[in-house]
C-alpha cells in the first residue's frame, strides 16, 4: 500500500536553531512529491515541490530515494515559520491524486 | 481574487440530518477535490473531479455523495450525517492534476451531534 508518514505530531525548536521536518513515503514508482504549510487562521498552501529544487523561504527539500526520504530543512527557524506541515506526494498513476501525510506541528519559540 | 470559495464555515447537525457543503472557484480550474481533516490523521481525500462531469472516489467516501455541477463548482452532501463525520472539510481545485498545486478553501467546520 502506498503510504506517507510524517513521524512528529510536535516540533518545537527555538529561533535561530535549524530545523528538520521528516517525511518518508512508501510508493510504487517515483511519485512527485510536496510540502504545504498551513499557517494560523490561513488557507493550506503550497511550499515547494521537489522538482523545483528551489528554496522558498529558506527552507529545501531533498528526496532521498535510497531512504525513500523528502525532508523539510530550513538552516535557521524564524518565529513566522510556526505552522502546520504536510508532506503530500503526488501519485503517478492515472488518478494523481494527492496524499497528504498526517502533518507536523511546527512551534519556534523566541 | 476570490480564489475557492466554501459555504458554510460552520454547521452543527443531529444525526440523520442531510446538508450540502458548496465549493466554487473562480481560477477556471479543471480539477476539484474534497478532503477532511482530522486530528492526527492529516487530510484524508473523500472524492475528487478530475474534470467536469466526471467524479471519483478518494480515500475515505463512505457516507457522503458529490456532484460536479459544472466547472466552477463542487458540492459535497451527507445524506444522513452521522457523529463520526465530525471534522473540517476543505475543498481545493487545481488547473492541471498531473502537474499543478492545489489551491485550497479556508475550510468547513462541521459537527454532528
Known amino acids: 500500500a502506498q503510504r506517507v508518514t510524517q513521524p512528529e505530531k510536535l516540533l518545537s525548536v527555538f529561533k535561530g536553531a535549524p530545523v528538520e521536518l521528516k517525511c518518508n513515503y512508501s510508493?510504487?514508482?517515483?511519485?512527485?512529491l510536496f510540502w504545504y504549510v498551513q499557517y494560523s487562521r490561513q488557507r493550506l498552501q503550497l511550499l515547494l515541490r521537489?522538482?523545483s529544487r528551489e528554496s522558498i523561504k529558506g527552507f529545501t527539500a531533498d528526496l532521498n530515494k535510497g531512504e525513500t526520504s523528502f525532508h523539510l530543512k530550513k538552516p535557521f527557524a524564524q518565529e513566522e515559520d510556526s505552522a502546520m506541515y504536510y508532506c503530500?506526494?503526488?501519485?503517478?498513476?492515472?488518478?494523481?491524486?494527492?496524499?497528504f501525510g498526517s502533518g507536523t506541528r511546527l512551534l519556534v519559540r523566541p | 481574487n476570490a480564489g475557492v470559495t466554501q459555504t458554510p464555515k460552520f454547521q452543527v447537525l443531529k444525526t440523520g440530518q442531510s446538508m450540502t457543503l458548496q465549493c466554487a472557484q473562480d481560477?477556471?480550474?479543471?480539477?476539484m477535490y474534497w478532503y477532511r481533516q482530522d486530528p492526527g490523521m492529516g487530510l484524508r481525500l473523500i472524492y475528487y473531479?478530475?474534470?467536469?462531469?466526471?467524479?471519483d472516489k478518494g480515500e475515505v467516501p463512505n457516507g457522503y455523495n458529490v456532484s460536479r455541477l459544472n466547472k466552477r463548482e463542487f458540492s459535497l452532501r451527507l445524506e444522513s450525517a452521522a457523529p463520526s463525520q465530525t471534522s473540517v472539510y476543505f475543498c481545493?481545485?487545481?488547473?492541471?492534476?498531473?502537474?499543478?498545486?492545489?489551491?485550497f478553501g479556508e475550510g468547513s467546520r462541521l459537527t454532528v451531534l
Open positions: 503530500a506526494p503526488r501519485q503517478r498513476d492515472s488518478s494523481y491524486k494527492l496524499i
Open positions: 521537489h522538482i
Open positions: 481560477m477556471n480550474h479543471n480539477s
Open positions: 481545493a481545485s487545481t488547473r492541471d492534476r498531473v502537474t499543478g498545486e492545489l489551491f
Open positions: 473531479s478530475a474534470s467536469e462531469g466526471t467524479t
Open positions: 510508493y510504487s514508482g517515483s511519485p512527485e
